[in-house]
């Protein structure tokens, strides 16, 4: 079996410079969607045909295992079917997909498959309430597919029949070849209508059979903004409900969104408005408070992220205690029991099991030990404008509030800076370092006062 996926047309109802395949949903563009359906089902081809945007469609989705043609001109389905008959092998069947068609199922692709074995065309209809603007289905009167019409060739009658074509369908590819090269564009719309293959199909004696998908939302196709808000709900509601199936509890499946893949382990909780993009995965009875985004993430088991934080490319070890308000940046990797608070945020910063950073500090390129106590508004100064150094501090240190850390330097384990210190040398290790001037009160001090007006 061979796959080709349409995705010439421009797509200008977008009102955007992106091409419209490459408009993402649920943080994949539509084509990349139905590539991955496609991969699914391990075609021995897979071939896009592109026009419009292309280099860029190109440049995006380029991958060894796809083969790319190009329709210069956008004549119709049918002609765009051509432009990749010769990308493929003339055996076997072909199945044509749509790359603004992004929901379609693997599965309702095998059922399809299965009933076009290796002879047959196999057809994907849906019946609608309002079937204007698609091309209906024409039965005889036992029920056997005759040909499709379009909507703008279409008369009264064919008008009322409400079984339309999706315009996803599998055919014997030889047969394909041929009957695509005898289509002509002498109708309504002067274009090369791949539909027209069903008509060929029955006048060679070749049977055409019709399936439909379990749900309707397979194969909605997006042409603009709207259309893709509304299949993004869609989405995100099938991702919710498949959460909730494997027993996530989350506090409003309607305010969820995932744009990747969330791995959830068993008593995961997830309050509302969070957002996970790439690769998340929430080990068990891990609780991620309201208003999160997680992006690139690992989470301990029993982790509990408080609202409004912000985490990307880290690793959290089991325990540990986030936010709120807290932000991770890449290559924070945070061991079991570590508490980080609100306006803390650590950049390519690892840190040992116990240690807690609770409020307003900025920990970045540092490597720090077990048990450390880094207070309220310390920072690493770890950028001299031109290179990046590292801080490094050692188990069971206290960093007093409000400490500047100027790296590269070192705090010794179990070393104390007092409050204040601007460290610029290394701390040795149990002592206190301080760097301060005394303090100084002078007594029967005088308070200026304000000069009266003149
Ligand atoms: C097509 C079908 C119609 C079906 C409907 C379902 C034909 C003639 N008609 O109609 O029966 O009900 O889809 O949505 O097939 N494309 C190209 N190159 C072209 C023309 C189209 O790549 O030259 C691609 C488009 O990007 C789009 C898809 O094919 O993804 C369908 O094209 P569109 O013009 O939307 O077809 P419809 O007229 O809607
Ligand atoms: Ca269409």
């Not at 990308?87 to 068609?101: N, R």
Request: negative net charge; aromatic residues 4%.
């Amino acid at each position: 079996m061979q796959i080709v996926i349409l995705a010439a047309g421009q797509g200008k109802r977008m009102n955007s410079r992106l091409p419209k395949v490459l408009q993402p949903l649920a943080g994949q563009s539509l084509l990349g969607h139905v590539l991955q359906t496609s991969r699914a089902l391990a075609p021995q081809a897979l071939c896009v045909v592109y026009g419009h945007g292309g280099d860029q469609v190109r440049a995006a989705l380029d991958a060894p295992d796809l083969r790319w043609a190009e329709q210069t001109q956008q004549l119709g389905t049918g002609h765009a079917v051509q432009q990749a008959m010769p990308a493929l092998a003339g055996e076997g069947s072909v199945l044509v997909l749509y790359g603004d068609v992004p929901l379609i199922r693997t599965q309702t692709l095998r059922e399809l498959l299965n009933a076009a074995g290796d002879s047959r065309v196999a057809l994907l209809t849906v019946t609608l309430d309002e079937p204007a603007g698609y091309g209906r289905i024409l039965r005889d009167a036992a029920g056997k597919v005759l040909a499709i019409v379009e909507e703008k060739d279409a008369d009264a009658g064919q008008k009322a029949i409400r079984e339309v074509n999706t315009g996803i369908l599998c055919a014997p590819a030889h047969l394909l070849c041929d009957w695509l090269a005898r289509l002509r564009n002498d109708n309504a719309q002067g274009e090369y209508y791949l539909t027209d293959v069903i008509g060929m199909a029955v006048g060679d004696g070749v049977e055409v059979v019709a399936r439909q998908p379990a749900q309707a939302w397979e194969v909605l196709g997006v042409n603009n903004k709207a259309q893709l808000a509304e299949l993004e709900r869609v989405h995100q509601a099938n991702l919710a409900r498949e959460l909730l199936e494997a027993g996530v509890t989350l506090r409003d499946p309607t305010r969820i969104d995932i744009r990747g893949e969330l791995v959830c382990g068993r008593d995961v909780e997830i309050d509302v408005g969070c957002v996970f993009e790439g690769r998340v995965t929430l080990a068990d009875g891990v609780k991620v408070g309201a208003h999160s985004v997680l992006r690139d993430v690992r989470v301990g088991e029993g982790t509990e992220i408080k609202p409004f934080c912000h985490f990307d490319g880290a690793e959290i070890g089991a325990g540990g205690v986030l936010g709120p308000y807290a932000r991770l940046r890449p290559g924070t990797v945070l061991a079991e029991d570590v508490h980080v608070g609100n306006f803390v945020e650590l950049k390519n910063a690892q840190v040992a099991a116990h240690s807690k950073a609770n409020h307003l500090a900025y920990v970045g390129d540092a490597t720090v030990g077990s048990r450390v106590n880094i207070g309220a508004g310390v920072i690493t100064c770890n950028y001299d404008g031109a290179n990046k150094h590292r801080t490094v501090i050692g188990d069971d240190a206290f960093i007093g509030s409000d400490c500047q850390l100027v790296a590269p330097v070192t705090v010794g384990a179990g070393a104390t800076l007092g409050a204040g210190t601007t460290l610029t040398q290394d701390a040795p290790v149990e002592a206190l370092t301080l760097s301060r001037t005394r303090q100084l009160s002078i007594t029967g001090w005088q308070r200026p006062v304000k000069k009266p007006k003149a």
